[in-house]
C-alpha cells in the first residue's frame, strides 16, 4: 500500500507499508520501526506488547528533548501495554497513546505536520 507523500515536516517520514514493515521514503524497514523526529531506527526485536518494557525501547527511552507523548503501534491489532509500562512513561511525563500499527503510521504523519513533537514505536503488521 502506497501512502500519500504530503511535505511540510523534517525527519522520518512513512510512506507506505511492505509486508509486515514499514517504507520510510527509499528504505524499508522489514520488522517495526522507532522514530523521532530526527531519527528512525529499526526495530526487529520488539517484544509483544504485553511484555513491553522502557528498555525496549531502546533510543526512545531516553529520548530528549522530552516529547508530547509515545504513538504506540501494537501490530495488525489494539493491544494495551501492561500497566507499569504507562506509568513508566508518564512518570517521565510522556503519554502513550495505543493503537494498531497502520493506524499509528497515518497519526505520525498528521502530527508531525502539525509540528507536534512525539515520538513512535511500531511492531511489524
Known amino acids: ?14 510512506t507506505g507499508f511492505s ?8 528504505t524499508v524497514f522489514p520488522g517495526g520501526v522507532l522514530l523521532s523526529p530526527t531519527e528512525a531506527w529499526p526495530w526487529d526485536d520488539a517484544p509483544p ?10 533510543p526512545l527511552a531516553t529520548y530528549a528533548p522530552t516529547p508530547e507523548f509515545l504513538l504506540l503501534g ?32 497515518r497519526a505520525w504523519g498528521v502530527l508531525r505536520s502539525e509540528d507536534r513533537q512525539v515520538i513512535a514505536a511500531l511492531m511489524a503488521l
Open 74 to 105: 501494537t501490530g495488525s491489532g489494539l493491544i494495551q501495554p501492561p500497566r507499569a509500562f504507562v506509568r513508566a512513561m508518564e512518570a517521565r511525563n510522556i503519554g502513550v497513546e495505543v493503537m494498531d500499527s497502520r493506524a499509528a503510521a
Open 49 to 58: 506488547p504485553q511484555a513491553l518494557t522502557l528498555e525496549a525501547l531502546g
Open 19 to 26: 509486508g509486515r514493515g514499514f517504507r520510510l521514503e527509499d
Open 1 to 14: 500500500m502506497e501512502m500519500r507523500r504530503d511535505g511540510g515536516y523534517p525527519g522520518p517520514r512513512i
